[in-house]
């Protein structure tokens, strides 16, 4: 069975750092999965906010946190992160990891929440300004 668990979140001020980690259990990263970090706001639909291929390490970035915000992976650790910069009040938001095993989704394919099967449950991240 597989499973994501996203821990890491919490609140700073604007212009802080956060990392994010996502740990996976139920399959291993290398077996070439597409992974990425979503984000969803009170009252707002889910954006995607960055993802990575395992099998190349292409990563995506939405224009919204490019230069901002940096997704990587550690195989041997089955182990997702995202490194997170210059946040600003509008980052504030449940923040969701997600996979689709198997599949190479690149471009905009790869931030759309309709490409994914498997989610965690979500950590929360506040940026006051």
């Known amino acids: 069975q597989v499973q994501l668990v996203e821990s890491g979140g919490g609140s700073v001020q604007t212009g802080g750092s956060l990392r994010l980690t996502c740990t996976a259990s139920?399959?291993?990263?290398?077996?070439?999965?597409?992974l990425a970090w979503f984000r969803q706001a009170p009252g707002k639909e889910r954006e995607g906010v960055a993802c990575?291929?395992?099998?190349?390490?292409?990563?995506y970035y939405a224009d919204s946190v490019k230069g901002r915000f940096t997704i990587s992976q550690d195989n041997a650790k089955n182990t997702l992160y995202l490194q997170m910069s210059s946040l600003k009040p509008e980052d504030t938001a449940l923040y969701y990891c997600?996979?689709?095993?198997?599949?190479?989704?690149?471009?905009?394919?790869?931030?759309?929440?309709?490409?994914?099967?498997?989610w965690g449950q979500g950590t929360q991240v506040t940026v006051s300004s």
């Open positions: 997600a996979t689709r095993r198997r599949t190479f989704l690149y471009n905009n394919a790869c931030v759309k929440p309709d490409e994914y099967n498997y």
């Open positions: 139920g399959f291993t990263y290398y077996t070439a999965s597409s």
């Open positions: 990575i291929y395992t099998g190349n390490d292409y990563t």
